[in-house]
C-alpha cells in the first residue's frame, strides 16, 4: 500500500534523457538499480488479491460444476458435459485462447455392487468398488473372511487365506495438516491389497477407506494388479465394518461374506479432453505459465474438493487477471486435466502434444490439496539449484500476498497431472491448502460443496491469481 | 484412601458402653455426631471406582448388544433378541432378581424408501424415513419442491406450498458440551415439520437431518401428527442435499423429486417388555434406586451410543457391586427400558405397573447421553427443596468419584423413561456425558461401537456404580 510498484512509477533520471533507451527499459525494466520482486509487484499484488476478495467467480462456477453436473469419472457423459461446460465458461470470459485437446483414457464402470455378510448374522455393508478393479463372477464370490491388519499379518497367516476373502484392516494414521502424512502408509493397501491377498489364493480383497474419520463413509480410489498373480475384484469397506469384522473374528465368530461387483473396464480407451484457456503474453506469448486442476472425479459425491476447487480457482484467476486488464508479458495457461484419478493421461498427454513447447516452459501450478485454506507452495525442479532459487522468489512472492494467509513456499510434492514434466526442466509449483478435515471426505459422497469454505477458496484464487501474474511478469524465468 | 469409611470403624465412645444401643447404632448410623457422606461413602467409594476402572464387563456386553445383535426398534425380532440377552446375562451374573415385564409398543415399520430427484438432473437422494410417517400410496409421490429454511419462512410462502414437497433446510446451531443445545431447535422440524406442511396443503415434507456434521448422512427419529391435518409422508434428507435444493431453488432452478416410502404402523400394539435386575437391598429391600438405559433403539446402525451405552453401563454398574460383594441397605434396580425411540411405553407402563411402590422409589437414574466422558448429573424433582438438597447431597457423593471425572451435580434433565415418575415425588438423576459428537452419530447408521471411547465407558460404569450404591445406602432418602 506504502510503495508503488515500478511499472507505474517514473522512470529513474537515468533514463529520463534517454528517449531510445527510455522504451527499452520500461519494457525490460532494465532500470540501474535492479528491483527487487515486492518493489516491482507489491502494488499488482495487492491490488489482485484485493480484487478477488471483493468478488471472484469461484463459487458460482463450483455450484456450476458440483450442483449442476455432479461427478465426473474419466470416460463418463458427465465428464464430456464438465469439459463442455467448461469450454462454454471460458469463452464467455472472453479469454484470447479457449479450446480442447483430445485425451484417450481408461474407462472403468463400477456397475452394480454389494457386499452381504451371510454370517455370523445377515447384514448388508456399505462399500465402494475400487477404481480398475475387476468385477466378480455373476452370482458373486461367497467365501469365509480373514481379517489382517497389515501386509506383514497377512504374510504370517499366508495360509489361512486361500479361497478366502481377506480383509485389510489397517487404520490410516492422523494426518497432519500439510499432506495428509497418514494417506501414504495407509494408501499402499487400497492399491495393493488385491495383489497381496492374490499372491495367498485369496478370492477377493476388501480393504477399510483411507481416513481417519468415518460417518460409516466408504472411500473408493485407484488401485493396481501387480503382474503375475490373478486379477480378484477388490472393494473399500467402510472403517466401522472394518473394525466389527476385526471384532468379530478376534471373539472366534466365522465369518462369510458375499461380494457382488459388475465391475469392469472397457477393452479399449475412450476420448476425453483436456481444457485449455489462455491469457496470452503482452511480450513473450510463447513463454508459458500453467495454472491447472482436474476436471474428471471418481463417481461419486461431486468432487467438489476433488478437484472442483483447483478446476474453479485456476478459471476465476484467469477471470480475475482478464477482469482487471492486466496482462503479464508471458502467456499464463489454465490446463483443466482430464484423468487425473485413474490414469494421469492427461498430464502425460499434454507433455507429449506440447513436447516442442516444453522448454519455453517456465512454470506449472496445480492445486489438487481441496479447499482447506492456503497455506503455502511445494516447489519441485529437477536442478536443485533451480528449486532453491524458485523457494527463495516464490517465498518472496507469497510475501507479498499476505492479505491471503501466511503462505511460506518449501522443497514439496507440486502435483500428480504437472509432476510428469518434472524432466522438462521447469519449476513445478504444488498449491497447498490445509488438509487437517480433506480425507474424511476424499473420494466419497460427501465430496460436496458444503464443505469448501468459500472465504479459503477465495483465497486461493487471488493466490493463484497473483503468483501466476508476478512469474508470468517477472524478468528471469523463475528458478534462474 | 487416607479416611476410613465408618462402616469399618468402631463405634463411637458414647455408644461403648450401651450394648443395646449398639446394634441399633451400627445398623442405622445413629452416631452421636453424624458423619458426612463423605467420611461414610469416601473408601467405599474409592473401592468401587477402582475395581470398575480395573476391569468392568461394559465393553464386551456392548460387543455382544451391537455386533451380534445389532439395532432394535420396538417390536423387531432384533428387539426381542436383545430383552432374550440381557435376561441372559443379567442371569449369568447371578443377581437376586432378574425378569421382565410386558409393555405394549408401537410397531413402525419402515419398509422400502427413497427420494428421487428427476429435475434439474436426475439422482439419488440420500435418506430415512421418519419413525412414525405413514408411507407414500405406491408409485411414490411425484411433486415440485418448496424449500424453506424455518417454519416462518414457511407461513410467509404458505400458497406456494400447495401440492408440492417441502423441504425443511433448517441448520441445526452447534451444540454445546452439556446438553446438545441446538438440538432442540432443529428437532422440532423433524417433529412437526409434516404437520406444518401439511396445514399448507403439502404433500409430503423433508426435513434436513438434525447434525452439525455429516457426511451424506441421514438421521432417523421420531415424528408426530397434529390432529386435523392430513397425516403425509416425512423422511430427513442429508445436510448435503438439503443445503443442494437450497442452492438450486436460490438459482431459480425447478426441482422435482419422486418420495417412495412403504411406511406403516401396526394397527395394534405389539408385546415388548421392560428388563429388570436387582441387587436386594440387606436392610431396606422394598426401597428401590433404579439405574437405567433404554434397549431400543432406531433401526439404523447398532444403537452403541442410543442407548446401548447406557444399558451396558447399567448391567455393568450392577454387575461390579455384586463381585465386590457390596451390597446396600436399599435395593438397587436395573430397568432396561423398551420403546424410548416411538412412544416411552417403557417409562410409562414401568410407572403403571409399580404405581404401589413407587412412594418406596428412592431415585431414579438414567444413562442416555451417549458415552462421551462423564461430566455430571442433572437433578429432576418436583419439589423444589428436595432437588436443592438432592443437588447437594449428590455434589458431595460425586466429589467422591473424582478419579472418574470431575462431576458437578445441577438442575438439569434427568431422563426420558424415568421422567414420566417425576409427579411420583422422588428424585431422578440423568448421568450426562460429553456430547461434542452425539449428534453427529445420532439416530444414524453411524452409531457403531468403534464411536465409543472404552475410558469413558469405564468411567460412566463406575460413576452409576458409585452414586447407586451411596443413595441405595445412605442414612436419609436423597433429597431429604
Redesign the interface.
Known amino acids: 500500500m506504502f510503495r508503488l510498484s515500478s511499472r507505474r512509477l517514473p522512470v529513474s533520471p537515468a533514463v529520463r534523457f534517454a528517449p531510445a533507451l527510455l522504451l527499452a527499459a520500461c519494457s525490460a525494466l532494465a532500470v540501474e538499480q535492479p528491483q527487487t520482486l515486492t518493489e516491482r509487484y507489491e502494488r499488482d499484488v495487492q491490488r489482485i488479491v484485493a480484487a478477488v476478495q471483493a468478488d471472484n467467480d469461484a463459487m458460482p462456477l463450483l ?1 456450476e460444476l458440483c ?4 461427478h465426473r469419472l474419466s470416460g463418463s457423459p458427465q465428464l464430456d458435459d464438465a469439459i463442455q461446460w467448461a469450454v462454454r465458461r471460458l469463452r464467455a470470459a472472453g479469454h484470447d485462447f479457449v479450446g480442447t485437446e483430445t485425451v484417450m483414457v481408461t474407462q472403468w464402470i463400477r456397475g452394480e455392487e454389494s457386499v452381504e455378510m451371510l454370517a ?2 445377515p ?1 448388508s455393508i ?1 462399500m465402494l468398488g475400487l477404481g480398475g478393479s475387476v468385477g466378480t463372477p455373476a452370482g458373486g464370490i461367497t467365501a469365509d473372511v480373514l481379517v489382517v491388519n497389515s501386509f506383514e499379518e497377512l504374510q504370517q497367516r499366508g495360509s489361512e487365506a486361500r479361497g478366502r476373502i481377506v480383509v485389510f484392516n489397517f487404520a490410516m494414521p492422523t494426518e497432519n495438516e500439510r499432506e495428509g502424512a497418514g494417506y501414504g502408509a495407509a494408501v499402499r493397501y487400497r492399491y495393493g491389497g488385491a495383489g497381496a491377498a492374490a499372491k495367498h489364493g485369496a478370492r477377493a480383497a476388501l480393504v477399510r477407506s483411507v481416513t481417519t ?5 466408504p472411500h473408493t480410489g485407484g488401485m493396481g494388479y501387480p503382474d503375475g498373480v490373478e486379477q480378484i475384484p477388490t472393494a473399500a469397506i467402510t ?2 465394518f472394518a ?2 469384522l476385526a ?2 473374528q478376534s ?1 472366534g465368530q466365522a465369518i462369510t461374506l458375499r461380494l457382488n461387483m459388475e465391475a469392469r473396464t472397457s477393452p479399449a480407451p475412450v476420448p476425453s479432453a483436456n481444457v485449455i484457456a489462455e491469457l496470452r503474453g503482452r511480450e513473450r506469448p510463447d513463454e508459458i505459465v500453467v495454472i491447472s486442476g482436474h476436471l474428471d472425479s471418481w463417481d461419486v ?1 461431486t468432487g467438489a474438493q476433488d478437484d472442483g476447487a483447483g478446476v474453479v480457482t485456476a478459471m476465476a484467476a484467469l477471470n480475475a487477471l482478464k477482469k482487471l486488464d492486466l496482462r503479464p508479458r508471458r502467456t499464463i495457461r489454465v490446463v483443466l486435466w482430464t484423468n487425473e484419478e485413474n490414469g494421469i493421461a492427461g498430464g502425460r498427454t499434454y507433455k507429449q502434444v506440447h513436447a516442442d513447447e516444453l522448454a519455453r516452459h517456465v512454470a506449472a501450478i496445480e492445486l489438487d490439496s481441496g479447499a482447506g485454506a492456503p497455506i503455502g507452495y511445494g516447489v519441485e525442479a529437477q536442478d536443485k539449484g533451480k528449486r532453491a532459487r524458485a523457494i527463495e522468489q516464490l517465498g518472496e512472492i507469497l510475501g507479498l500476498c499476505r492479505a491471503a494467509g501466511n503462505l511460506p513456499a518449501y522443497e514439496g510434492y507440486s502435483g500428480a497431472d504437472i509432476r510428469p514434466m518434472l524432466d522438462a526442466g521447469f519449476v513445478l509449483l504444488g498449491q497447498d491448502a490445509d488438509m487437517t478435515h480433506y480425507f ?2 476424499h473420494h ?3 465430496d ?3 464443505k469448501i469454505d468459500p472465504k479459503a477458496l477465495t483465497n486461493h484464487v487471488a493466490v493463484m491469481a497473483a503468483v501466476s501474474y508476478v512469474i508470468a511478469d517477472m524478468d528471469e524465468r523463475i528458478g534462474n
Open positions: 455450484q450442483d449442476d453436473i455432479g455370523p448374522r447384514m456399505p474419520r468415518s460417518l460409516q463413509s472403517t466401522e473394525e466389527m471384532r468379530l471373539r459425491g474424511d471426505i466419497t459422497e460427501a460436496t460443496i458444503d
